[in-house]
């Protein structure tokens, strides 16, 4: 009996080493194809294209501008109790997120706080894309009741009442109008024109180049010393899965690592929730949103307007919401557009199991990855961390 | 994994058509057919499915449901008329003593509908799909109302159906077990996933083996034709790139080479390999002459397989183009 359990014993010991030096069996990386080197060059920095002009925003490229508006960004006093800045729930240090399921302020957002290192590029803003501009977008929160809970009469009363502002504003923008409350048109003029300095600061966050960027240069330049010593075995399966297996690149592909469009993954509703509608009701916002690029506060006489013209909707936007940017993922946990995914495990595991949508379509499949190299992908997502923050102040 | 309830309500209406003939659900209820919960209201369906996020996850649940959880119910239109009709929702808990075979006429016979209802959603007009939460905070018996009112007639259609929230007869769990695995088999056998596991390596191969036949082919076609008619591009912004707006000019001829001229041009498109569209709903804003044609708003959203339709239509009638593209 003894020597049976014993036996026994054996057997499984030597199942378990088996096993687990198979899981840890070091593979030679591949070789890339020319084709593939294609793929990973489109995903570097270096590919990065200029930044899509926004002709609605006379100022969007006007460094005074940008200075104006980063003061702006960090101001509290735009807020109902003068506690909440943009950079509350956008932290600099955290990539411009704020680690928490959903932004935090007054009261509780709707949603994760998304980084805006790189938004520029995106012809929607939001996880339903239902701002069309940076500019119409940064008036949102400071009238969201749950974020900075003020008005545009107090916000724009703020910034005439500050002698820096005041000057700022007045070289930029000309005379204030009655701002008094009495005629909403001059009114409306200087709040967008409040968000049109914040856009021009956002615009000059733009990604800093990660290790994976380097990796590319090597691999490109053919140096394979400089390749070797800048990835591990593991972070390279983990990038041929990423744009080959796992079909990461349908959405997050370019230099940003995403589309910019909108897609249903099959997320779980958030807790005490509904399941987010997502694109289809954002993309009717955007329309109606009368800061639009087709509405009247816009900068350009020629309505070049063509997202927005030429915008589409259907079911299958139904619970769609916009690829995130997966550049610095590593550091701007909890994810998912209502942080339903606390680690970057747990997304990996969605995508393998990629459920039935609650709503709406799936449009992701069962990846049917092993544990293994679903580490090797977090291995390779954390590749994509720069080493420092765009503009670090 | 909508099988165990899919099993649970076999097996029930397989014991309740057993004793009782006839049809359970004369107004309108909630119906299993095929792998789908349907409700219906009246002649209106929708597909039918409740989830408990909190304890099951992405587990669907056609009627019955394990636990007093937070509960989300979803009904997604499979009749257009539905998106434009106010639809509300009532639960309440089943004081009509008639359980699984309550009906309307057992609703309206209710003297107090009020203190028998725990969850009331006004009438609404939800034009993508129709979603309400409920938290239930016992178990038991309840029954559902769903009623749509026509807007035109102002006639009201009704769903009845009664459920259950905490499943009792766990004595029965080990036979119910059976079944499960049985029709698990079964289902696995008949939805092909058991070959598919195999199959799938095939057709990744495959679909490689496509890819590169693409790579190897010809430089993106800008020509494509139907019988009579002849539609090339270009792209005055230099070729397209994924995630960047951009304008194409059509070409339009006859086969002999005669521009077509005075056409009316729709573009569609899409990935067929992905099952999806394009993410802008291009238009053809202006005609040049000679059979040019101005397109705006094209964008693609990812690399790979393509496919652009142009459909025509002159006063000689009508064609379909497709033209293929690689990215």
Known sequence: MRSLLLKLGVVVVVIVVIVIGWQNRSTEPPVWTDAEIDVLRSLSLASLPALPPDPSNAVADNAQAAAFGERLFFDPRLSANGGIACSTCHQPARHFTDGLPKGQAIGTSKRNTPSIVGSAYSPWLYWDGRRDSQWAQALSPLEDPNEHGSSRLQVVAVIAGDDAYRSAYRALFGEFGDISGDDPVALN???????????????????VASRFDDYVDAVADGNRQQRESLFSDDEVWGLRLFIGEANCTQCHNGPLFTNNEFHNTGVLSSPGELPDKGRVAGVQEALADPFNC??????DPARQCAELTFVRTGPELI??????????????????????????????????????????????????????????????????????????? | MIMETTAFRLFLSFVVSAFFSGAVFAHGGVVQEDDLCVIKVNYLRAHFKIYQPRVSGHEQFCEDLPAASESVFVMEYQHDALKGMPIDFR?????????????MEDIEQIDDLGSATVFYQEAVIEPNVFTVLHEFSEEGEFIGIVSATQPDTSKVYAAVFPFEVGFTGVGYWPFFIVVLLLLQLQYLVMSGRLRRWTKGRWSRAASSLLFCALLIAPAAPVSAEDGELRVSYSTPAGPPEINRIHSWILHLESADGVPLENATIEVAGGMPEHDHGLPTQPRVTKELGNGDYRLDGMRFHMRGYWEITVTVVTAEGSSVVLIPLHL
Do not use: C, W
Not at chain 1, 190 to 207: C, D, H, M, Y
Not at chain 1, 335 to 347: F, P, R, V
Not at chain 1, 369 to 390: D, G, N
């Open chain 1, 294 to 299: 087709l509405g009247d506060h816009s900068d």
């Open chain 2, 91 to 103: 639960i309440i808990r089943d004081v009509t003593g008639k359980g699984r075979f309550a009906r």
């Open chain 1, 319 to 393: 619970g769609a919401v916009r690829t995130p940017s997966l550049r610095n993922v590593e550091l701007t946990a909890p994810y998912m557009h209502k942080g339903q995914a606390a680690t970057l495990a747990e997304a990996l595991r969605h995508y393998n199991e990629a459920p039935d949508a609650m709503i709406g379509h799936n449009e992701a499949k069962p990846l049917e990855l092993s544990t293994r190299e679903l580490r090797q992908v977090e291995a390779f997502l954390k590749t994509l961390t720069a080493p420092s923050v765009p503009n670090a102040i």
């Open chain 1, 189 to 207: 003029n200087a709040f967008a024109n409040v968000g049109k300095a914040i856009a021009a600061f956002e615009r000059t966050l733009l990604p």
